[in-house]
């Protein structure tokens, strides 16, 4: 069965640092979401992307993150200086013109 | 401005019987629902979903119940197993736009 992949499962980097989440979306799939989850809170969304370009993102989503599908298979969200804050479980998710998403096991990024 | 709520943080059910989960939500324009099984470290995984013109989808041992005029739905699962303890989420949209979740219910099946 066809799945989300997430590279990698475990990011430490400091704070200041530029991080790079890879994702692999559901390869016939058109939409996709990048989602966090900081410990013991909800999931909550960061940025829609359809088309190539950015259908709709959070208040969350602000200058420092960018997105991008730079090869047609990968999904990648940047962070290009990274809080203490920003220590979360990034999940990626897809979906086709369906409306049920599917999501990565998650990367769990720590910011030191 | 919570959309979506789950106002059970916990629930504990004795295996073999049934589920119930909760969810309300205050935002009317709302027509579509899913629910997510999480477990530690893993990421959402889709369980069912219902659209705004049903109020009952039915998938194996998971119902999904809606209650417009209540802005309420529902997840049962009968009967109940240890392997779906887990951290349940209920996720709303408006027309497939970005899905917006709740707090999530801790679900323990006790055998």
């Known amino acids: 069965e066809p799945e989300v992949t997430q590279t990698p499962s475990h990011q430490v980097t400091q704070m200041g640092q530029e991080v790079i989440l890879r994702c692999v979306p559901i390869s016939n799939h058109l939409y996709f979401y990048w989602y966090r989850q900081i410990l013991g809170q909800k999931v909550e969304f960061l940025v829609s992307?359809?088309?190539?370009?950015?259908?709709?993102k959070s208040e969350i989503f602000d200058d420092q993150f960018s997105v991008e599908r730079p090869d047609g298979s990968n999904f990648t969200l940047k962070i290009r200086s990274t809080k203490l804050e920003d220590s979360a479980m990034y999940f990626c998710?897809?979906?086709?013109?369906?409306?049920?998403?599917?999501f990565g096991p998650g990367t769990r990024l720590t910011v030191t | 401005d919570q959309q979506v709520k789950q106002n059970s943080p916990s629930l504990s059910v004795q295996e073999g019987r049934i589920s119930i989960l909760n969810c309300d939500y205050t935002?009317?324009?709302?027509?579509?629902f899913l629910w997510y099984k999480k477990y530690p470290a893993e990421g959402p995984t889709f369980l069912i979903s219902?659209?705004?013109?049903?109020d009952k989808n039915e998938d194996g041992r998971f119902t999904v119940f809606l209650n417009k005029s209540a802005k309420h739905l529902s997840l049962h699962i009968v009967p109940s197993q240890p392997g779906d303890s887990a951290v349940y989420f209920c996720a709303a949209s408006s027309y497939g736009q970005n899905f917006v979740f709740g707090p999530g219910t801790r679900l323990s099946v006790l055998p």
């Open positions: 219902i659209s705004s013109i049903k």
């Open positions: 998710a897809s979906r086709e013109r369906i409306y049920e998403q599917y």
């Open positions: 992307f359809y088309n190539n370009e950015i259908s709709e």
């Open positions: 935002n009317s324009m709302f027509d579509y």
